[in-house]
């Protein structure tokens, strides 16, 4: 059967070569007034029968373009559109290889609107908006929204789930202009389907405020928006799945979503043991959670938009409960809102070496730990848009969740000294309950003046946190040598900590040339107020009672920090750039009393001058460069301030320097991004490089003899960091079934460090090479494979010579495949390799992890049965190596392991012509 299907595809491809023809079709856009020519302007071609897409590009900076490709067809229809001009439309005869059609005048349209609405070209590039048609982008049946975006040009979706669009990370996803489960990526394009979706757009990042003024928001970050066709804005559509395993494995998920034009509810529940997140439905690319990178984190714990669901290492259990509102009141109110339950239990076991190096010596410590945790909790997000007129805007967020959580946590740790000697042991057990209740909200107020970009807006933001904490901990340290002593704990801890947080802001924008040059005055005040207690009581072995107070083991802090910030910033902005640049003035002041130790008590007064600048500069519709430089000034931790001696770890006693100065971090960042739509070529180069003055760092001092550590913070000037990075993508079409893309990169981080190792300065620097190259081949509904390579060199130097140079090199390989059988019968294989040489001896070095999946579309594929297997060579293991300045350390921890499991899938949907709704239920049709 197998060799029958392999010499049935190859004649197909024979034979599909034999019919079809190159050809090349050349020609110039041009405005049909002036001659000028006209750039980013999309031409493409359509099948005649069924103006399917064949294929398209965007003329150059001169006009001019070239479409390449072959098709079997003897006639093939061109279509060029371009925003304010009449779309144009020519019948083509495939006779020849060449075809120069010279220049195509377009005619400035009378109504834009129209133009914009009838306009089905494939991509359109407006002055700030990317826009891609939906249905010139072929995929495969009843895809998703994440399927149909790794076909847009441009658009890239990683192993971990993150959307980039020519190289700009994508932080918000809206449909039909609103948050879709708040804002959440993940939960709207796993889970939309694309035959609803008509048009995706791609802008900048702002907030409402930021949109509502016609300010230029955040350019290093994109928000897509999915708009709905409006015959499919109304009606039900929605998913449920379940699979059962091996070794007791298995998972439920289910989606109920109702449309009616302004308002939409959505429903969502999972659950789950397999560390995924609940709502996957059991497609192997969703089900293993951080794909590649399960191999060093299996992670229990996720997040959606923020808000975490479950925690921990190993393996977690998890359930959830989701709900999402959105609606329009009139023409001047917008709401949503959301609502998610979930519980979760994590369950751990972690064994650790580390070799700790110091200036004159080194010593080892081994550790081994089990948790187990138990967490719920409840969120809910609320956002109201208030459109009082065309001039003046209110947005208003509040947001409430409230967590229950227990954990069992027992250790066994031992330090050795450079001889292997034992120097002291310890033991912990201990048992947590949390309680925690946080509510916030967010206030926006703008008021637009006249029509030259003149504003102001009021903005209040504060929080409400509230936490209790019942700590049972029971430990025995033994320190041997000629300072033994034994130390033994049996307590309970009462933990009450509050916080008060208070923002505000208003700015106020003054334009000096209508539309372009403004100057913005602004002020923030602020004040964090923080309480914490922490009552320590000692076990009475007369009373059986928790009831001896431990007064050095107790705090009682409270903290505040109040700053005032006035600023002024003058930004341009042009066609083709944009300029900002600003200076801020920070009167702060930060308190702390204490109520156990009034001779601790601190109040210290920080003011300094913060900047921040930026500069974009697009040099054409394909390409651009971005700068910014920012001076921002960081006070000291409460914690690194407070001089008492904190002695809860018998073996590190931490003692704070109020002496300390505040941190003041240089930071710029450059970044270039080019993408050619005609080559299909990506081109993305970015860096980032901070330096600290007065960096606050750890002082530890070591007692030679007993190991015993005393912390306290010092200043220290030199340290700076960074990181760069370059990525390139090219994509071949060898025939009209046939593609390859090609990506090679590299990303790299450095930092310098100026530290203290047992009292004495040194410098480590730390440079990390991460060379990756890939490859996408796709044989359209019959074949894809993508394997990806990934070298990861470091190299840690430094200025004593006490510390050995040290250099690391990891590999890691995957290989992802995808068969389609026959009709409605997928193959899916997810391999990845890795090999790290440097793992201590008893820990894994190397091992393959694959998962596997077959899936078969039944009920008129509305159905998907899908088996799939979870590290099918039962090799999963969690052994990663980390090297710091002064130590190295490897540690392994609980993995899920192997398991098979079957799962099914059904999806319904009434929207459009797909069905209808009735007061009794609901019905579909085909």
């Not at 060029?80 to 220049?103: E, F, M, P, R, W």
């Not at 620097?765 to 894809?784: H, K, L």
Request: proline letters at 2%; a negative charge; one cysteine or more.
């Amino acid at each position: 059967m197998r060799n029958l299907i392999i010499v049935c595809t190859l004649l197909c491809t024979v034979f599909s070569f034999s019919q079809s023809k190159e050809f090349s079709i050349k020609g110039q856009v041009l405005d049909g007034l002036d001659q000028s020519p006209l750039e980013a302007a999309t031409v493409y071609l359509e099948r005649a029968k069924d103006s399917s897409l064949v294929t398209y590009t965007i003329t150059n900076k001169d006009g001019s373009f070239e479409l390449e490709d072959q098709t079997s067809l003897e006639n093939l229809n061109l279509l060029v559109s371009y925003v304010g001009y009449q779309s144009y439309k020519q019948k083509v005869t495939i006779n020849k290889s060449v075809i120069d059609l010279g220049a195509i005048k377009l005619q400035i349209s009378n109504s834009l609107d129209e133009v914009l609405i009838q306009s089905s070209a494939p991509v359109t590039i407006k002055k700030d908006t990317l826009e891609f048609n939906v249905n010139s982008f072929k995929t495969k049946k009843d895809a998703t929204v994440e399927d149909l975006l790794k076909q847009l040009p441009g658009v890239e979706i990683d192993e971990e789930g993150k959307i980039k669009v020519n190289g700009k990370e994508v932080n918000k996803i809206l449909v039909n202009g609103k948050p879709f489960f708040g804002n959440d990526p993940s939960i709207t394009i796993k889970n939309l389907t694309k035959e609803i979706i008509e048009k995706i757009q791609v802008v900048d990042t702002k907030t409402k405020s930021e949109a509502f003024t016609g300010e230029e928001g955040d350019t290093e970050n994109k928000t897509i928006n999915l708009t709905i066709k409006e015959e499919n804005n109304k009606g039900v559509f929605g998913r449920v799945a379940g699979g059962v395993g091996t070794d007791d494995r298995y998972e439920f998920a289910g989606m109920f979503n109702r449309f009616d034009n302004d308002q939409r509810i959505s429903v969502l529940v999972g659950g789950n043991n397999i560390n995924s997140p609940g709502f996957s439905f059991g497609e192997i690319e969703k089900m293993f959670g951080n794909g590649g990178s399960t191999w060093f984190n299996s992670n229990g714990s996720f997040s959606i938009n923020g808000r975490q669901f479950g925690g921990g290492q190993g393996i977690t259990t998890s359930n959830l409960v989701g709900a999402n509102y959105a609606d329009a009141f009139g023409e001047k109110t917008e709401v949503s809102a959301d609502y998610f339950y979930s519980n979760s239990n994590s369950e751990n076991e972690t064994a650790s070496q580390r070799e700790t190096i110091l200036s004159d010596s080194r010593y080892f410590s081994n550790s081994n730990s089990e948790s187990d945790s138990d967490t719920q909790s409840h969120s809910i997000n609320s956002d109201f848009e208030i459109k009082i007129d065309s001039t003046f805007f209110i947005n208003i967020k509040p947001s409430f969740s409230s967590s229950t959580s227990t954990t069992t946590y027992n250790s066994n740790d031992e330090t050795l000294n450079e001889d292997l000697t034992l120097t002291n042991q310890s033991t912990l057990n201990s048992f947590v309950e949390n309680k925690s209740n946080n509510f916030s909200n967010q206030i926006s107020a703008t008021k637009k003046f006249g029509s030259k970009g003149a504003f102001i807006r009021f903005g209040i933001n504060n929080s409400f946190n509230a936490s209790e904490s019942d700590d049972f901990i029971n430990s025995n340290t033994e320190v041997f040598g000629d300072s033994a002593e034994t130390i033994n704990r049996n307590q309970f801890t009462d933990g009450d900590n509050n916080s008060d947080n208070l923002r505000s802001n208003v700015t106020y924008r003054l334009p000096i040339k209508e539309k372009e040059f403004f100057v913005n005055f602004e002020y923030e005040y602020q004040r964090n107020n923080d309480q914490n207690k922490q009552s320590a009581f000692d076990y009475n072995n007369t009373s059986n009672q928790y009831d001896v107070f431990n007064e050095a083991l107790s705090t009682d802090f409270e903290y505040t920090d109040t700053k005032s910030v006035p600023g002024v910033s003058l930004s341009y902005r042009k066609e083709k750039w944009s300029a900002r640049v600003g200076a801020d003035y920070v009167l702060r002041t930060l308190k702390n009393e204490d109520g156990l130790r009034p001779q601790f008590n601190v109040e210290r007064d920080f003011n300094a001058i913060e900047l921040n600048s930026n500069f974009n500069y697009r040099f054409s519709k394909k390409a651009s460069i971005y700068a910014s430089y920012r001076l921002s000034n960081r006070p000291p931790a409460l914690r690194q301030l407070q001089a008492f001696e904190d002695v809860s770890n018998p073996l590190n006693t931490v003692v704070g320097n109020p002496n300390l100065e505040p941190t003041n971090e240089h930071r710029l960042y450059m970044g270039f991004n080019a993408y050619n739509w005609k080559e299909r070529t990506g081109f993305y180069i970015y860096a980032n490089v901070s330096k600290n003055q007065n960096a606050v760092v750890s002082r530890t001092t070591i007692d030679s003899e007993t190991l015993k550590r005393t912390t306290t913070y010092d200043n220290v000037n030199g340290n700076h960091n960074g990181y760069f990075g370059i990525d390139y993508s090219k994509k071949f079409k060898i025939d009209s079934v046939q593609s390859v893309r090609f990506k090679i990169g590299n990303w790299s981080n450095f930092s310098k460090n100026i530290n203290y190792n047992n009292d004495v300065q040194y410098a480590s620097n730390v440079f990390t090479y991460n060379p990756n190259v890939g490859i996408d081949y796709i044989y359209n509904d019959v074949f894809e494979f993508k394997p990806r390579y990934r070298l990861t060199i470091t190299n840690n130097t430094y200025d004593i010579d006490a510390f050995e140079d040290i250099n690391f090199t990891s590999h890691n390989l995957d290989l992802n495949t995808a068969f389609f059988l026959t009709k409605g019968l997928e193959w899916r294989n997810d391999i990845t390799y890795n090999y790290n040489p440097n793992i201590a001896d008893g820990f894994q070095k190397d091992a393959w992890f694959w998962n596997a999946s077959v899936a078969y579309s039944v009920l008129k594929d509305k159905g998907l049965l899908t088996l799939k297997v979870y590290d099918l060579l039962d090799q999963n293991t969690n052994a990663r190596r980390t090297a710091t300045q002064d130590y190295i350390q490897d540690t392994q921890s609980t993995v899920l392991r192997q398991y098979f499991m079957l799962n099914f899938s059904w999806k319904f949907n009434s929207l459009g012509s797909k069905g209808e709704t009735r007061g009794n239920g609901m019905y579909f049709t085909d």
